[in-house]
């Protein structure tokens, strides 16, 4: 197989849970302090050795776009101002990967997995890529996607799925993994979604890394074809990846460092507390701040 070069970041959505905010501008442009959600996810994908990043989006995101790329207009005020610090950050933004902007058609069904037809024809058959959900950040030594690289590089299975221990109070929120018995390289058999803690397979939770081969995309051409749709009529990761496990390794591998998601307000404010307290600039003076109140 070819070498992993490639990462599929899907930001098709609408953001729901976030309007108004999100009426006229994409979730993932929403800032963790200084930073739009999606530019941590270019930024470990790039840190794990990927140079060229897909961003599945829909209408409306252009502001997205924009962002990646050049402001003529603003470079010059900032180096007119001798602000090069600041000017080095914005340059830095664009330079640092080969971004390719993929739109996702209103023909095709909703679905985290709906983003895979719409790369179809730019990731080749023996190419593995990255994919990664926008909502999703991961704070680790390791980047996490460089985590999953090395082990898929010494497994190759058909897909390679994120997962973290995750408390029981929390686990029906997300899908867990019941893994094969008797396997050294974490093979599940399948994966269930939101199931409450006393019916879970496991305490381990699937979240927004994975890396695919081209397997994963023929399986979703094929339920595109015969309508094999999962809840709500949607074209579903889990679906996926649950078929292909019946015949093919498909590994969860358990990451270290700290998932944490912003795909809801609250979980979005808690990301971007710990984030600001890990900042030499503000943390130690919003941490006085954090003790000061009267909770």
Partial sequence: MKKITKAVIAVAGYGTRFLPATKNQPKEMLPIIDKPIVQYLVEEAVASGIKDIILVTRFGQSMMENHFDTNLELEMQLAKNGKKRELEEVQRVYKMANYIYVRQGRHLPYGNATPLLCVKNIIDKDEPFVYMFGDDLVKAKTPCTKQLIEVFNKVKPAAILAVQQTPAEEIYRYGTVRYKKDTKINQIDEVLEKMPAGKAPSNMAQFGRFIFTYKVIQ????????????????????????????????????????????GDPLRYIQTMVEYALERKDIGPEFAQFLKSLVI
Avoid at 224 to 252: C, P, Q, R, S, Y
């Fill in 219 to 262: 399986t979703a051409i094929e339920h595109l074809k015969t309508k094999k749709f999962g809840k709500d009529n949607e074209l579903w990761i889990t679906d996926l990846l649950n078929e292909l496990a019946k015949t093919n390794k498909v590994i969860a591998q358990p990451i270290e460092g700290k998932w944490m998601t912003t």
